[in-house]
């Protein structure tokens, strides 16, 4: 089974702090992806990255930067957390050429 | 740039009546198609994907979609509601030139007696 890792469950931060959202996998993906998911509004597409020290913004990258030093982990950096930023991010896990995609269990946080 | 619309934010219907949920897509190449169900405090799991072959798609639960190309549509359906099948469902785009997953804002679909 493919497993794809969030570090955190549920998180609470307090405005300003600098957040690290992690997400690592467990096998040779390439793509990796990084959502939120808002009532009324869908997951929308924050950042992803096709390799290592790849990276490429989505349809929502700004307050964010993103991090994949290592292929199997993907990091997710809210520089100075907002409470506009509180939702659930969700990591997602595709390989290349591949129409499957597998989900992180999503980490809900809380900016207060 | 691809995109998906899901109309109808919140349906509801009887138990054992039809279960129809709407998606169109936007693409400028041929799409795959998806629909991934999300249960209350669950993540997503996917219902069913068009990639090509045949039109009309099968999946899990008795669901089903059609992929239309003349209206760029896609819409869910299943025939009898089952109060277990209460429960958001989402709809997403995928491109080869994009290889990226485009999700629809979400139906929440209640099922009443």
């Known amino acids: 089974d493919v497993k794809v890792t969030q570090s955190s469950r549920y998180l609470v931060k307090r405005t300003g702090e600098k957040v690290f959202l992690e997400c690592v996998q467990d096998m040779d993906h390439e793509n990796m992806f990084w959502y939120r998911q808002d009532p009324g509004l869908g997951l929308r597409l924050i950042y992803f990255?096709?390799?290592?020290?790849?990276?490429e913004k989505g349809d929502i990258p700004e307050g964010y930067s993103v991090s994949r030093e290592k292929k199997e982990r993907f990091s997710l950096i809210l520089e100075s957390a907002s409470t506009n930023q509180t939702s659930m991010y969700l990591c997602v896990l595709m390989k290349r050429d591949s129409t499957e995609a597998f989900f992180g269990q999503g980490t809900r946080l809380t900016v207060v | 740039a691809q995109s998906v619309t899901q109309l109808g934010s919140h349906v509801s219907v009887s138990e054992g009546a039809l279960v129809l949920l709407r998606c169109n897509y936007s693409s400028s190449v041929p799409p795959y198609l998806f629909w991934y169900v999300q249960y209350p405090n669950q993540g997503l799991q996917l219902l069913l994907k068009y990639t090509s072959a045949a039109t009309l798609v099968k999946g899990i639960n008795g669901f089903e979609a059609e992929f239309k190309k003349s209206e760029t549509s896609f819409h869910l359906t299943k025939p009898s509601a089952h109060m277990s099948d209460a429960a958001e469902y989402f709809c997403a785009v995928l491109t080869g030139t994009a290889s990226k997953l485009t999700f629809g804002t979400g139906t929440r679909l209640q099922v009443t007696l």
């Open positions: 990255s096709y390799d290592v020290k790849m990276k």
